[in-house]
């Protein structure tokens, strides 16, 4: 091939990338982006109390929310002015447990072609946000490339805080290859699973501390890790335990060298014990957990990620499959979880946990709703809310997103939704995003505005 070839051939490929963006970007209707907006005769549910504010007026300037005032606040003709009508104003929900890369496809296509994979997380991800998500905690997959193309304005999406791939260990959960695949060759070519990014393998302090740079390098606000067994797993028994401490300790190491922490899928009393006297802050799941296992969580001031998870998501495994028989030995322990996280008031954060189910995660409000078996409506969104927020937070400076999340006040970040009735009295409201969540605004730009309609 010429130099002269090689030239042509290039700016040839640069005029085609440049029609193609032009073309994708004259199809979209782009979101509203306005320097100020101004919210007007809103009542206020500020993300940690109980009860609604007076009608206030709330000044939004650029992504931060610049004042609340009972007292009317002036608008020149360049502020865009939402008329609230006495609706209630909330901040954007959190998921602190969602897989953003694994929603949309099944789990032979997550194998696949990672274009289509992208293209499917992306639509998925406007999707989560059009349901009043305007954040996740993305703890499991390789969701890197869409958080950038969300922040860069290229995906509309909720704001992710990423794990990268779930680190696991040969036969744990997370570990999806099949016996053919064996032996592995210590030090040899990855897998399929593990080059496209949704988890791997560690088998020593060692790979752990290298897999988890690997991910902190990639960008990762915090680590996962899979101490015990898991449902979708399929040789992964559930009353296994995987890592060594050691093993677990040296992740925790490495991400506190980052300045962040580390979060453990585990379902047992036995693998939530050993994360702990690792050094991993935020315990995933629980569900298999005693009371004395309970009592140790709070005592130590560890964080409890808990899921209410459908009954959809049993049943539609099938009935005599593996996954099947362990989803049955968990269920019941859901309740129980909630029990326990109540009565020995531990520090809870909420998520969802959907995988490979698009119908499931257009019920993501829905099981928000769910926690009302264990909850009050004000304290089910002030765990989606502020709460969530404080885990995210333990991210540090590794946190992508500077600022305060979760809250409605002065010098907050603005991730607002605007709410048709009131979700502290009827948290059902927040089921059907569609016709009840009348201004979706995240980062201060509004995503959905249908009240001018």
């Not at 950038?148 to 680190?167: F, K, L, N, T």
């Not at 899928?265 to 957990?289: D, N, W, Y």
């Not at 698009?358 to 409506?377: H, N």
């Not at 946190?399 to 991730?415: C, H, I, Q, S």
């Amino acid at each position: 091939m010429t130099m002269m070839f090689r030239r042509a051939l290039l700016v040839t490929l640069l005029l085609i990338q440049t029609g193609v963006s032009s073309a994708v970007r004259a199809q979209g209707s782009p979101p509203v982006s306005a320097a100020t907006t101004l919210f007007q005769n809103v009542r206020i549910f500020d993300g940690k109390g109980s009860s609604l504010s007076a009608p206030s007026n709330v000044l939004v300037k650029g992504n931060i929310i610049e004042s609340i005032s009972t007292a009317p606040i002036a608008a020149d003709p360049s502020v865009t002015v939402i008329a609230g009508g006495g609706r209630t104003l909330m901040p954007g929900l959190i998921d602190n447990h969602w897989h953003a890369m694994l929603i949309r496809v099944t789990p032979a296509e997550a194998m696949g072609d990672p274009g289509y994979n992208n293209l499917a997380a992306g639509a998925e991800a406007t999707a989560t946000l059009m349901r009043g998500f305007t954040t996740v905690r993305d703890v499991g997959g390789p969701a890197f490339g869409l958080k950038r193309a969300i922040d860069e304005g290229i995906v509309r999406g909720p704001r992710i805080y990423p794990s990268g791939a779930m680190i696991t260990v040969t036969s744990g959960h997370g570990d999806f290859r099949q016996l053919t695949d064996l032996p592995r060759t210590l030090g040899g070519m990855l897998t399929r699973m593990e080059v496209l990014g949704g988890a791997i393998v560690a088998d020593s302090p060692d790979e752990v501390r290298v897999r988890t740079r690997e991910q902190l390098m990639q960008g990762a606000s915090q680590i996962k890790l899979t101490a015990g067994g898991g449902v979708s797993s399929p040789f992964s028994p559930n009353d296994v335990m995987t890592f060594t401490e050691p093993e677990l300790r040296a992740a925790v190491e490495a991400a506190e060298n980052w300045g962040t922490y580390v979060v453990a899928h585990a379902f047992t009393s036995a693998a939530i014990q050993r994360s702990i006297a690792a050094g991993v802050k935020c315990i995933e799941h629980g569900f298999l957990m005693d009371e004395a296992t309970a009592k140790l969580i709070a005592e130590k001031g560890i964080w409890l990620s808990l899921q209410p998870l459908p009954e959809e998501m049993r049943t539609g495994l099938p009935v005599g499959s593996v996954q099947r028989a362990k989803a049955d030995e968990v269920w019941p322990g859901i309740a129980r979880a909630y029990e326990f996280a109540k009565k020995y008031k531990i520090k809870t954060a909420w998520g969802t946990d959907v995988l490979f189910s698009r119908a499931l995660a257009q019920k993501q409000g829905a099981i928000l709703a769910s926690l009302a078996r264990w909850y009050t409506p004000a304290e089910a969104l002030t765990m989606a809310t502020s709460t969530n927020a404080e885990l995210l937070a333990l991210s540090g400076k590794r946190n992508p997103y500077p600022g305060k999340l979760g809250v409605v006040e002065e010098g907050a970040l603005a991730d607002l939704l605007l709410v048709e009735g009131n979700p502290l009295e009827n948290l059902n409201l927040v089921a059907d995003a569609a016709n009840n969540f009348k201004v979706i605004m995240k980062d201060g730009t509004i995503y959905k505005n249908i009240l001018t309609r």
